[in-house]
């Protein structure tokens, strides 16, 4: 119990102090100061245990712990780091979903293609598949989750055409290749795995390791959620 308690001294030590010198010298009086005449020789004494009231701790036990200290608390702001949909009371099924599939497609376990047909805020019936993993790293989604603004393919994305000025662009993203020239139809290969994912709905299947979700949401015309789980080379 007192090795415990020491412990636990020691660890608020290394997290109240930002050098060892810092430490050393809150264990160093005025008095220290008025007859040693000296800064050095107060810091050397504390360190042996001549002076000083509070725990004697060696440089090098300081930085351990002081490191240790660091470790821990930037893998508990790693593992707190909040969910754009965390806390959101959310609306419909289409945010459900997305909050499901936030955490895996953020870490990398999971690369979903979104598929969204729609109108524009002009009117204008647009359609695409969208790369959820890669719209989460450079766009910040707290206002979909929120219901502050609706997510809608961009020319930017995996997929987009807008069926009234007849507008068609693909892009490649980190995590998929567009296949667009191919008697299958679209296809998506992912550039971990160099799986095919179809998004052709009359396909039996949409490939390995993948699943085709479609969803009936009042808020769009269509949306359809293709699942690809990446396995990782081991």
């Known amino acids: 119990m007192a090795d415990e308690e020491a412990t636990a001294g020691s660890d608020n030590i290394v997290t109240e102090f930002n050098t060892y010198e810092d430490f050393l010298d809150s264990q160093i009086t005025s008095l220290d100061l008025y007859y040693l005449e000296d800064e050095e020789l107060a810091r050397q004494l504390v360190e042996l245990g001549y002076r ?3 725990e004697v701790l060696k440089r090098e036990e300081f930085e351990a712990r002081k490191a ?3 470790a821990s608390r930037l893998s508990k702001r790693s593992q707190q780091k909040t969910l754009a949909s965390s ?16 955490e895996a497609n953020r870490s990398g376990k999971m690369t979903t293609i979104i598929f969204i047909r729609d109108k524009n805020s002009r009117g204008q019936e647009i359609s695409g598949y969208i790369d959820y993993a890669h719209r989460l790293k450079t766009e910040d989604f707290e206002p979909y989750f929120s219901g502050r ?4 393919p ?7 055409y807008n069926w009234e000025t007849q507008t068609s662009t693909s892009n490649p993203t980190p995590n998929y290749q567009v296949i667009a020239e191919n008697a ?3 296809l998506f290969k992912n550039k971990r795995d160099r799986k095919i994912l179809n998004v052709d709905p009359k396909a039996p299947t949409p490939g390995d390791n993948s699943t085709r979700t479609v969803l009936e949401c009042p808020q769009y015309t269509q949306v359809v959620i293709y699942d690809h789980i990446t396995r990782r080379k081991t």
């Open 87 to 102: 806390g959101k009371e959310l609306r419909n099924i289409f945010l459900k979903a997305l909050a499901q599939r936030e």
């Open 149 to 152: 603004k609706r997510l809608l």
């Open 52 to 54: 000083g009231s509070g």
């Open 68 to 70: 240790a200290a660091e």
């Open 154 to 160: 961009r020319p930017s994305d995996l997929s987009f």
């Open 184 to 186: 299958s139809g679209l």
